[in-house]
């Protein structure tokens, strides 16, 4: 497996950790993302991959809504990277991203 799919099995495990049986709740939503990102950070530093991350992470609630979200990042292609993961319930999504950049 290769850094990229185990990294956003990593972010599919603290997702579902930590949403699987939970209702969108506006005023849990900071609680909740704060946590994700610590536990995919911990996971991260275990790995002892020689990268310093950057991790965001966005809960939205599903309904009639639209979301658009754009990054633009300047390193170098082949040692850097990013992948992002997709979580979703029957009320919400979790956007998650992580950025790796060598040192």
């Known amino acids: ?3 990229v799919e185990e990294i956003k099995d990593i972010i599919k495990e603290c997702s579902n950790e930590i949403l699987q049986k939970k209702k969108y709740q ?3 939503v900071n609680r909740w993302t ?3 990102i610590d536990k ?3 996971e991260l530093n275990q790995k002892k991959y020689k990268f310093k991350y950057v991790v965001t992470s966005m ?3 599903k309904g009639n809504t639209g979301m658009h979200s754009s990054t633009s990042c300047h390193w170098d292609n ?3 990277g990013n992948c ?3 979580w979703e319930n029957d009320n919400m999504y979790c956007i998650t991203s ?3 950049l060598t040192y």
């Open 26 to 28: 506006h005023a849990m």
């Open 40 to 42: 995919i950070l911990g």
């Open 1 to 3: 497996m290769d850094k």
């Open 59 to 61: 809960i939205i609630q």
């Open 34 to 36: 704060t946590v994700i």
């Open 98 to 100: 992580v950025y790796g």
């Open 84 to 86: 992002s993961y997709r």
């Open 78 to 80: 082949s040692l850097d």
